[in-house]
């Protein structure tokens, strides 16, 4: 890939087919999606996906799904463009739980500025990005939204973008400029780099300041490897040593990918319970082992934007541009380590 392309929120959406009108949110019963494939890399992929399993289309009508987080026993999701929360069943019936959520009572329209990564925090409570106001909120049982997370060393953050809390408690997250109208360029952008953080005990720490594009994390089964996907201008997943006490080693080159492998770009990272690593990027999803060697791939009609599990790991939920897509797995995920 060209050092030269420089990948935005706004070109992985442009990659998207077939967006929906403002504010459409269309339900629909489960069905195969037949522009959907598994294709086989490698034969280790048989224990992870089982022979036969099949991609379905459980809901569709949005303008740009992200940030899935399984909780009630429903999906719940950021409409990014639509700047709506929103959740659906296993049968494909959708809520929308917030209007305006991304923290704009008037984004332009179009825009990336609704919300995007969702967690349960320890509380049992849901904490939420916001692209539009640029923090991390916490949601009470009225959706009414709290801040937690706005500002680093006195500084606005760009746009918190994915987050997950670890076994110490600890909460790590990143913030691209994805959020700003011109990136890095953009009068509005306070924090020099677009970093990964680490919020432990109300303290914000920047373990990561180097990369140009952090988007989708995750941490391996025993936590002491973090994975971080880059969105451009190269594409790729970096691997990152981590300390018992949160303190990040050298990164490493995990995984790289190439624009002419499909649409889209490494945006959401999750693991499952052997250590695979399964990664939203060109083409769709993309299916590693803990060593690195791909496995294989799960094609989508559209842009993958990230995935979540959900049924204590049996389910992989996936957010494509417009629709909400799920597949049985054979290899359990590792459910986020507060879920309700």
Known sequence: MSKSLIVTCSAVAAL???????????????????ASEIKRLDPALDRVIAPGARVEKVATGFQFTEGPMW?????????????QLVAVTPQGQTQVLLDKAGGLQDPPAGSYLGSNGLVTGPDGAVLMTQHGARRIVRLDERFSAAPVIER?????????????????????????????????????KEVAFNGVYRWHDGKL???????????????????????????????????????????????RLFASFAASEGAGVPDGVK????????????????????????????????????????????????TGSTSIYRLGVATPGIMPRYTR
């Open 152 to 188: 680093f060393e006195g500084k606005r953050l760009n746009s918190p973008n994915d987050l997950v809390f670890t076994a110490d408690g600890a909460l790590w997250f990143t913030d691209p400029p994805f959020g700003l109208a011109k990136g890095d360029e953009d009068p509005g």
């Open 271 to 318: 693991v499952d319970s052997a250590g695979n690593v399964w990664a939203t990027g060109p083409g769709g999803v993309h299916v590693f082992a803990p060593s690195g060697r791909k496995l294989g791939l799960v094609a989508l009609p559209e842009v993958a934007a990230n995935l979540g599990w959900a049924d204590g790991g049996r389910t992989l939920y996936i």
């Open 71 to 83: 909780r009630d026993g429903r999906l719940w999701f950021s409409d990014l463009v639509g700047n």
């Open 205 to 251: 720490t920047a373990p990561i300041r180097d990369l140009p594009r952090p988007n989708g994390l995750a941490f391996s089964p025993d936590g002491r490897t973090l994975y971080v996907a880059n969105s451009g201008p190269e594409m790729f997943i970096r691997a990152y040593p981590v300390t018992a006490a949160g303190a990040v080693g050298q990164g």
């Open 16 to 34: 998207a087919v077939g967006w929906a009108p403002s504010g459409a949110t269309q339900s629909q019963p489960p069905a195969a999606s037949t």
